[in-house]
């Protein structure tokens, strides 16, 4: 883990303070970019809560991402057999959660579009999007934004699409998200 502290004024009181800002982290700060707490600090004078967004690498042992919500970051090559790259915060967590479930972020996304197909008209107007949830021994899940609502396949259903898909080599820090995965995949 690495971080530097930067001066900022506290938006609310305009009271100085020093933050810390992590450019670099490892797989014990995970909970904490989950929980976005990372990204959270609290004004010593008001004691208003400061949300910052900047640009952060996970590096781990199986995979790294850079997160890079402002298009500034340079990229080189990764060190990792698995690299990343994601704008969002909400790409950034859901990258993370599929990758610490050891699941194949390309697969997933084509298992979310096919979910999503499988919803009806009225329901779908209502959703935002499909993210990846979590899973438990045998199933995987995604909630529905938008209607506060989780669906699920099973994961032998994931392991089916694994073994039937044809996924091809994905460049250091590709981004792959809910429309640029169709580049990387295609059905046997
Ligand atoms: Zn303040």
Redesign the pocket.
Known sequence: MSYIKQDFR??????K?RLKIYSQVSKEQIDSILSRKIFEDI??????K?VLNYPMHLLTENYDIIYDPNEKVELTNSSTKCSRLCKTYEDFKEKIMIFEDGLNDIVIEFIKLFLWEQIDDDTRKNITELRYDGKNEDKLFFSCLGIAKDIFCEENFYLAIKSRAKIKKVGDYALIDSDTFKNYIKMR
């Open positions: 506290c938006p609310n009181c305009k009271a303070m004004c010593d004078k008001c004691k208003e400061i």
